[in-house]
């Protein structure tokens, strides 16, 4: 409830003092506090667990959209004009043009899409304690040349 209360005041649909007077009646205790603190901050993983980021980018945005929309409409003009190009045995500069603006928009679109659409997701290892087993000379093989 009180994030939600931050990013209303953040948007600015609540103001400042009526998320404070919505806050007044709210009593906290110590322990409360310190478990709720503890609870995600301090805990050491699990080895191998993974972890998700819980404010994920904002992929709803309206630039992404644009931007998504503008790069498919570029990657369909020039890949079109590099096929069209392919059956008029255009030169292979200016096909080699077309393909590369056509990766180009691609790779662009790709870079959007892990930037800004995609959570970031984290692997969590922790260092295992090295085993060492004994020297057993009965398992030393000789070999000979």
Do not use: C
Request: aromatic share 12%; glycine share 6%.
């Amino acid at each position: 409830m009180v994030l939600r209360l931050l990013r209303e005041v953040r948007a600015g649909k609540v103001s400042v003092e009526a998320a404070r007077d919505a806050l007044e009646g709210v009593s906290l205790s110590e322990e409360v506090y310190t478990t709720a603190v503890d609870h995600g901050v301090f805990n050491d993983p699990e080895p191998g667990s993974i972890i998700r980021a819980s404010i994920s980018p904002s992929g709803d945005s309206w630039l992404v959209v644009i931007f998504a929309l503008w790069g498919i409409l570029w990657t369909l003009y020039w890949a079109g004009t590099l096929s069209y190009g392919l059956f008029n045995h255009w030169d292979q500069q200016r096909l080699s043009f077309h393909m590369g603006m056509t990766l180009l928009t691609i790779i662009l679109m790709g870079i959007v899409y892990l930037r800004f659409v995609l959570p970031d997701v984290i692997v969590v290892k922790h260092r295992r304690n090295k085993y060492i087993p004994p020297n057993d000379p009965e398992a030393w093989k000789q070999y000979e040349v």
